[in-house]
């Protein structure tokens, strides 16, 4: 099992499993966000708080609907909204503290037709001069 929170962890969701890639998506609404999109299917993301405390933005045909905390405002998930039932089949994988990005594999997807992505390494890894967290433990959503 893995969880995801935004910031305030108001809104909470689980999924069984860790995605094994994710998806960068540059058009124009998901690079505004800067998501890292991990899909699933219906009924394999359950939501464990924060039902009902999300802002919800539905993009032009208003089949997707973006959800973002109304509190801290972190975009966390997307709804299909489908005839039969909506269910979430995007969930921000940057929500989820406990995944290792060295253990997923990044596809880009270019949507914007551009061939721009901000999702690359161009040198080292600058140290932090934010104090240290510690590690995400068993009960810690952030």
């Known amino acids: 099992m893995i969880r995801a929170s935004c910031h305030c962890t108001a809104i ?21 966000y ?7 299917e219906p ?12 802002d919800v933005y ?7 609907a973006f959800h973002r905390c109304q509190v801290c405002g972190c975009v ?3 709804e299909v909204l489908a ?12 929500m989820m503290p406990a995944l290792d990005p060295a253990d997923v594999r990044i596809q880009q997807k270019n949507n914007s037709h551009s061939g721009f992505f901000w999702t690359r390494v161009d ?4 140290a932090s001069g934010h104090p240290k967290m510690s590690p995400p433990g068993p009960d810690d959503w952030r």
């Open 83 to 94: 005839d039969d039932a909506p269910f979430i089949c995007g969930v921000n994988a940057r």
């Open 34 to 40: 800067g998501a890292l999109w991990a899909y699933y």
């Open 58 to 64: 539905r993009w032009e045909s208003e089949m997707l």
């Open 12 to 32: 909470r969701l689980e999924v069984d499993e860790a995605p094994s890639w994710v998806n960068d998506c540059n058009c124009t609404l998901c690079r505004r």
């Open 123 to 126: 040198g080292p890894i600058v």
């Open 76 to 78: 966390t998930h997307f």
């Open 43 to 54: 009924g394999e993301v359950q939501v464990i708080a924060g039902d009902g405390a999300t």
